[in-house]
């Protein structure tokens, strides 16, 4: 939920930046991970 209330703030609050956003891309790669996790557990 966190990543998600990041990308909406992000997105209203914040002007457009140059170059990339580390945090960001930091949070949605540990969102992937546990999404995956859950799945795998959900599955097996």
Do not use: H, N, Q, T
């Not at 990308?7 to 891309?25: E, M, N, S, T």
């Amino acid at each position: 939920m966190f990543v998600l209330e990041y990308a909406v703030l992000k997105a209203v609050v914040r002007p457009r930046r140059k170059g990339r956003d580390w945090l960001f891309i930091i949070l949605i790669a540990v969102f992937a991970i546990f999404v995956s996790i859950r799945i795998y557990e959900v599955i097996i």
